[in-house]
């Protein structure tokens, strides 16, 4: 680390921070044989541990005897977790309380540290430096990972006490911004997907309302292979209603590649919520218009193929004559409208049929012959609209909201960098001062 240290912070390596209360180990060597999903003491996994926060997406057990056994070391909420192994490597997040014994598996540190502000040190491990030292001292080993020994060598700036508790202080009420921001989110993604399956269902009369439900007034609907739908509608295969489906470049895209040039869409940029531009990989325009067939223009739908296969967004303007690599490409006609179209295949409704047309498994190609035979709810071009419209208004408050998530983290990021490394410097008031608060 060669930037110059401050004259108040301090160079120290996790074992400053070590006393003979401390914990620092890693998880317990728990396999299969030792599982018990009827147990009641959790195993926590290297899925549950976030980039500064507890995921909690695993349901692993033990019960109290393979516990004993294999003398597990017990979790306490406010131990640090650290993964060994990516992505990324070395992420941290604090254990909560679950009200119930656990462990961690060998993948997983376990750090405890009473000499230290547990939230600093957590936002610490997460630090753009420390991870830079965390990545060079894994490089070369045979697996991607960090031991507990290299892990032992990086090296924390450390200020006092009381500047660790301020700093950790303003990055906790950012991360309760973004956690309120995110709960926000999945409300209103929740609602959206209540209201797109009465759209898709009912509809929207000429007065601007949902159709009364069926159960009110059965005469309105009509049964179809897919449910019931309003009678004025029809069900079409997507083919009939497309001038094109194909698929991008699938042999060698690698070979068009060039820093710089005509962007060329993949899955990674197609979201529910619209295009992804933060990592285009581009193509020469030479290439490009050799590359004729794969070419798109706006109001095009892109799908996704693979990994999460139906995903698909509306191509906008500013993206007419791109090129697309191993993605669906559908040119909407005149029977349908390219935002109803991409809406239908999102919802509950499309996805449903593609996982079914594939067994139910999310990793298989979803290829031409199944976006063509993919049965789409029908209904006049007026009340397309109508549908649109209601969808849009909702639409609009999840793009203010997640534009909102991402400034928030882009700030995080930059208070991280600033307070962590001294850039910005923490002067902290003596307690008895009438100023008694940390001042930047």
């Known amino acids: 680390m060669s930037e110059k240290i401050p004259e108040d912070w301090e160079l120290f390596s996790i074992k400053h921070f070590l006393d003979a209360e401390s914990v620092f180990c890693d998880g317990d060597w728990v396999e299969s044989k030792d599982q018990d999903e009827e147990g009641i003491n959790r195993l926590i996994q290297l899925a549950d541990i976030g980039d500064g926060v507890f995921l909690d997406k695993s349901a692993r057990y033990m019960n109290n005897a393979q516990f004993s056994k294999l003398r597990c070391t017990e979790l306490k909420p406010g131990d640090i977790l650290i993964a060994r192994m990516p992505d990324p490597l070395g992420r941290a997040c604090l254990f909560p309380n679950l009200n119930q014994r656990c462990a961690t598996v060998v993948d997983v540190a376990v750090l405890r540290s009473p000499k230290a502000n547990v939230n600093w040190l957590m936002y610490m491990i997460n630090s753009h430096n420390v ?78 309302k949902l159709r009364l439900p069926r159960e009110q007034a059965p005469e309105l609907y ?32 690698t070979q068009y590649y060039v820093e710089e040039g005509i962007p060329a869409f993949r899955s990674a940029n197609v979201r529910e919520d619209g295009i992804d531009s933060s990592n285009f990989v581009f193509i020469s325009p030479a290439a490009n218009k050799i590359l004729v067939k794969s070419q798109i223009k706006a109001g095009d739908i892109l799908s996704v193929r693979t990994g999460y296969p139906g995903t698909s967004a509306v191509v906008p303007q500013e993206y007419q004559g791109a090129n697309t690599i191993d993605i669906l490409i ?9 935002s109803y179209l991409c809406d239908w295949i999102n919802s509950s409704f499309g996805k449903g049929q593609v996982l079914r047309q594939q067994g139910g498994m999310a990793q298989q190609h979803f290829n031409v012959g199944e976006m063509r035979e993919l049965l789409v709810a029908l209904p006049s071009k007026e009340e397309q609209l109508r549908v649109r419209s209601k969808a849009n208004s909702l639409n609009k408050r999840l793009q203010v909201e997640k534009a909102l998530l991402e400034k928030l ?14 850039k910005v410097a923490v002067k902290i008031q003596p307690e008895n001062s009438p100023e008694s608060e940390a001042m930047i």
């Open 131 to 208: 991870r830079r030292q965390i990545e060079s001292l894994s490089a070369g080993t045979t697996r991607t990972r960090i031991s507990r020994k290299l892990f032992s060598n990086v090296l924390f700036l450390t200020p006092n006490p009381a500047t660790q508790k301020y700093i950790a202080d303003v990055l906790m009420v950012i991360d309760q911004t973004i956690e309120k921001t995110e709960a926000l989110i999945e409300k209103y993604q929740h609602i959206k997907a209540g209201l797109m399956h009465d759209l898709f269902t009912r509809g929207i009369g000429a007065d601007g």
């Open 222 to 253: 009509q049964e179809t292979p897919i449910g019931w739908i309003p009678k004025e509608w029809r069900l079409e295969a997507c083919g009939s209603l497309c001038t094109r489906i194909c698929v991008g470049i699938v042999i060698q895209p």
């Open 409 to 422: 983290k882009q700030q995080k990021l930059g208070l991280m960098q600033d307070l962590l490394t001294a």
């Open 330 to 338: 559908s040119t909407p006609s005149d029977l349908i409208d390219s």
